[in-house]
């Protein structure tokens, strides 16, 4: 299904070496190496064709209430990086950082909704869940209870990727 053109003809975006190694070195990180196969063979993808990718996954958060939540697009390295800023910069209108340390927005749904790919050393590679709100991440109402569990890597995320028809 990812070799096929969305329903507009439009095909992945590519994603090369370059930018992968440009995102690693600009954000002091390592991705993890099947995130970079993944960019590699089929580019950042909006998944959100009714006719051939919407996608849902699973999320469990921290209190057990389960949602299924949409998978409209994956994100390459740069929207990946314009995408956190766009959270965290005081440029933007945030009052405070609206994610936490080390995760990356890296699905879009049609609204806040995002899986967060963890870059920190001591949980690497984990896909977490949140619903951005306009407020500081650790204000009341907005932590880590809001913040869900997907997968414990991004194999174990694109292999629970469900389509929406089912």
Not at 81 to 97: F, H, K, M, T, V
Not at 108 to 137: E, M, P, Q, S, W
Request: glycine share 10%; hydrophobic share 35%; with cysteine.
């Amino acid at each position: 299904m990812l070799d096929k053109p969305d329903e507009m003809g439009r095909a992945e975006k590519p994603v090369v070496n370059a930018e992968i190694e440009e995102f690693e070195r600009s954000e002091g990180v390592t991705l993890p190496n099947s995130l970079k196969s993944f960019w590699l063979s089929y580019g950042s993808r909006d998944l959100n064709s009714k006719k051939i990718f919407a996608f849902k996954t699973k999320v469990v958060f921290p209190d057990g209430k389960k949602k299924k939540a949409d998978v409209n697009s994956i994100a390459g390295p740069g929207k990946m990086i314009e995408a956190r800023q766009r959270y965290i910069d005081p440029l933007y209108g945030n009052s405070g950082e609206r994610l936490p340390a080390g995760l990356y927005p890296l699905t879009f749904d049609a609204g806040y909704g995002h899986c967060l790919l963890d870059l920190n050393a001591d949980t690497h590679g984990r896909i977490l869940y949140i619903v951005i709100k306009a407020k500081t991440f650790g204000d009341a109402g907005y932590g880590w209870d809001q913040v869900g569990t997907v997968a414990k890597d991004f194999d174990e995320f694109l292999a629970g990727l469900t389509p929406d028809y089912l």
